[in-house]
């Protein structure tokens, strides 16, 4: 036991050297990405035990990706070798004067195609505690959707705790079509990473304390804990950050408020999912206020660090929180 499976797109990213725009760069950094492989790269890093599901053509550019996974340690048998692209997308990093801005090339990609059909369920879960995906699967089409629903529905018969992320992406679907394949999926999920705002935007939740409503959504979808992680926003270069974890039963913990300097925020969400997922996976004893701070640390860190994936140790989060107040996790 101990393993999570992610199931999502993987995604290159591209990106032109410092603040540079697509326009100008003749030179690009390129990094492997995807907000569920993010979560399979961090969990590893980590010294989990992860495993992806997803789908990669069978050709140069898959294999890179593929070798970009093997590298951070993550399982990779289960991926498919199917279709004929990788989904891509472009970022241009912004300043404290403008914002970054994001283009996605990846329609048709590989795992928009793909299906659990060929799947041998009793291998894939084989000493998996968690099954781990996000809205943004559910956003890549029909076939996406319905394949996404089979893999939960099957894990949560096995008693596989599902984790989700609302991760609502406003370039990918409109908000009716988001809130109606939330309501399909939540009543499998058992641990949730969101804010108030998905409850309120997508759920159409009313605006009222924010505990009531988290309390409402997680007793509607029996859900077994909320996550989320608020960032006050100081520029493109600087916020701060606080994640907070709210459990049926024991009640709601907060991590401390981190400073942060943003080197580059993408995946900061996805290494703090993974974060929490470690704590409670491979740390289930502790207490709630040890495992979100651990969660909210690797957030911080992997703003930090070029690229999407969080390539960072459990020591580092830890040093990183002694570092803080010296009251870390060890
Ligand atoms: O959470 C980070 C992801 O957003 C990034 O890796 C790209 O998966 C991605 C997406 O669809 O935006």
Not at 64 to 88: C, N, P, W, Y
Not at 195 to 203: G, V
Request: aromatic content about 10%; proline content about 2%.
């Amino acid at each position: 036991m101990g393993r999570i499976v992610t199931l999502g797109e993987l995604l290159i990213r591209l990106s032109p050297p410092g603040e540079r725009t697509l326009k100008q760069t003749d030179q690009w950094n390129v990094y492997v990405g995807g907000a569920e492989m993010n979560v399979a790269v961090a969990f590893s890093s980590l010294g989990g035990d992860a495993r992806t599901l997803t789908a990669l053509p069978d050709n140069a550019v898959g294999g890179m990706a593929l070798a970009a996974l093997r590298k951070e340690g993550v399982d990779t048998s289960f991926i498919a070798r199917q279709g004929s692209r990788v989904g891509l997308y472009f970022v241009e990093k912004g300043t404290s004067e403008r914002p970054s801005k994001v283009t996605y090339d990846r329609a048709f990609s590989s795992f928009t195609g793909w299906t659990p059909e060929n799947l041998v369920w009793d291998e894939l879960f084989k000493g998996v505690d968690v099954l781990h995906t996000t809205g943004i699967t559910l956003a890549l089409g029909t076939t996406a959707r319905q394949a996404a629903l089979a893999v939960v529905k099957e894990a949560s018969r096995r008693g596989i705790r599902i984790s989700f992320d609302f991760n609502y992406r406003s370039k990918l679907w409109e908000i009716n079509e988001a809130k109606q394949a939330f309501q399909e999926i939540l009543p499998y999920v058992d641990i949730c990473f969101g804010s108030s705002k998905d409850l309120t935007h997508i759920l159409g939740y009313g605006k009222e304390e924010q505990a009531d409503l988290v309390t409402s959504f997680m007793k509607e979808y029996d859900i077994e804990c909320f996550a989320s992680m608020t960032r006050t926003t100081y520029s493109n270069t600087k916020h701060t950050l606080q994640a907070s974890v709210m459990h049926k039963q024991k009640g709601t913990a907060y991590s401390p408020a981190f400073d942060v300097t943003i080197h580059d925020r993408i995946g900061g969400g996805d290494a703090y999912a993974a974060g929490l997922l470690y704590q409670l996976v491979h740390h289930a004893g502790r207490s709630q206020e040890d495992q979100i701070q651990f969660a909210a640390a690797a957030g911080v860190l992997a703003h930090s660090i070029d690229g999407d994936a969080f390539v960072l140790a459990k020591e580092d989060v830890e040093a990183f929180i002694q570092s803080q107040d010296g009251s870390g996790v060890v």
